[in-house]
C-alpha cells in the first residue's frame, strides 16, 4: 500500500503551530535547533506524570511495573528507529547528543588512547562533537587531526584518505551538518576507518530525525542523538553502541541502579544498559522519546526524507535567484538535507532573524555551535532555516516574500 | 509588526546605524578600548581623542547604532568620563529592565529630549534577550573604558 503524505494532517498534530507569534501565524523553521513535539507525544508524557508516576526497576507493585514496562517499551522503540540488533549493541538513555558523546569520551576514549593516537574530527562538526576531543586529546596526549574541506565545506574521498591513517583510533564525524545540511560520505569514513582499524562515532544529533537509520548498515561503533531534535522532549537522548564496546567500557557516572553488588570497599556493576543509567532516570523523558520514534516510524521516515527534500531543493532554487543571497554549503542538494543557511549582501544575519520574528517566522541565527565552520566559509554568522515533517512550501513562500522586503529595508 | 518596534527600526536603528553616521576614518588611529560578542561578531572599539572620544560600532544594525549614538553623545559632553560612565550605566540599567522610569537619570543639561527619549527607546530590548546585547556592547565597552581611564 502507498501511504500519502498528508502535511496538513500532520500539521494538525503538533498544538504549537496553532499559535501566533508577534501576533502572526507561526512558521517555525528552526528545526535543527529543537523540533515541535506532536500531541500524543506530550499525551505519553502527560500519562506517565498523571497514571503511573512511580520509579522503574525493582519495584514490586503495579504502579512502578508500570513505569518499568513503558521505559523499556522506549528503549525497544528507538532501537527500532535506528535499526539496532539486540544481539550485539544497545542503546543507553542520556540527556542528550552532548552527554552521549561525553560518554564515549571519557568512558571509553580516555581509557584506550594515548600518545601517538590521533582522533579524526571534521572543522563541520557542533562544538558538541568537538570540544570533547580536544579535552581527550589534552588528558592523554593523542592528537587530533581534521578531514579538509573544500570550498563548499564538503569532504572529498581523497581527503579522508589522507586524513584517516595508521596512528587512527578513532573518527568522530556529523552524520549532517546543523549548520548547511550536508550529509558527509559515511559509507566512505566507515570504509576508511575500518581499513586502518579505528573506531567510529556519529554525531546523529541531526541526521537521526531526518533519514531512515540503520546503523547496521553504517556500520558506525557508536551513534549519538537526541529525543528533542525527532519530536520528543528535550532533556533525554541516547547513545548506541556496540555491545563489545560497552562490555570493556567503565561506567560514566556512579550511584544508584547501575550496580550489581554494592560493598563497603567495592562494587560490581549492573548489566548493560543500566550499567550506564546511574540514579533515576527522565522516565517521562524516555517514554516521550520512545513515543516519538514510534510517531516517526509511522509517519514513515522515508517519506518524511523526501518530503525534506522537496523543501531544500525547492528554498535553494528560490534563494539561488536572488542575486543579494549568499548560500552556504554549496548548490547540491544531493547531499544535503531540510536545512539552508545564507545571508543577504549587507545585511547582518541578527537583522535578518529579528525582521523575520516580526513576521512569525523563526529561524536561527549566529554561528549555529559551529565556529570553526563559520572561520572556514570567513563570516561571523547565517541566517539558518531548518525544515521538518511539518512544514510546507507555502510556508517557504511567505518566507521568501518576506526575506525580499527585508532586503529592501535593511540593506 | 509591532508599531513600537517597527518605530525603534526606522527612526533610530535604520538612522543611526546608516552609513553617513559612521564615526569617521579612524585607520589611523588604534582603539583602547575592544568588547566584542563572539556569538554574533558585533565589535565595539573606543578610541580616545583627548577631547571626545569615539565608538566605532561593527556587525549588526542595533549594535552599529548604539555606538553611532554613544558618539554623538560623547561629541556633546565631552571627554568626560563621569558623565560617560554615568550614561553608561544607566543605558545599561534601561536595557537590563526595560524601566526608564526607575534608572539613573540621563544628564539633561547635556542630552537634549529628543536624544533622551531616543535612548529611551532601547528600553523595548529589554524583552528582547537575544538583541539586548547587541545595544549592551556599546555601553558595556565605554563604562569599561570609563573604569581604566578612572584607575589610571
Redesign the interface.
Known sequence: MVRTYDVKALRGQFPVLAEHMRGESLTYFDNSATSLKPERVLTAIDRYNREYSANIHRGVYELSERATVAYDEARRSVKELIGADDSVSEVIFTRGTTESINVVAFAWALTVLGPGDEIVLTPIEHHSNLVPWQQVARRTGATLRYIELDESASISPAAIERAIGPATRLVSITGMSNVTGYVPPLDLVVERAREVGARVLVDGAQYVSHHPVSVEEIGCDFLAFSGHKMCGPTGIGALYAKRELLEEMDPYQFGGDMIDRVGLYETSWARIPEKFEAGTPNIAGAIGMGEAARFLMETGMEAISRHERDLTVYVTERLDALPWVQQYGGHDTEHRAGICSFNLTGVHSHDVGSFLDQKGIAVRTGFHCAQPLMSHFGISGTVRASFYLYNTREEIDRFMETLERVYQILN | ??DR??AF?SETV?RYSAPERDVGDTTATTPCHILEN????DRVEIYDEGTTVRVRGR????CRASASIATEIARAVGRDREILAEIALAMLNILGTGETAGAPELPSDMIDEDMAERLRSFSLLAD?P??RR?AALTWEALAEWARRVDSR
Not at chain 2, 563572539?38 to 561578531?41: L, T, V
Not at chain 2, 556587525?59 to 542595533?62: K, L
Open positions: 509588526m509591532s518596534w517597527e527600526l535604520r563572539a556569538s554574533c561578531g556587525g549588526c544594525s542595533i528582547r537575544g538583541r547587541c
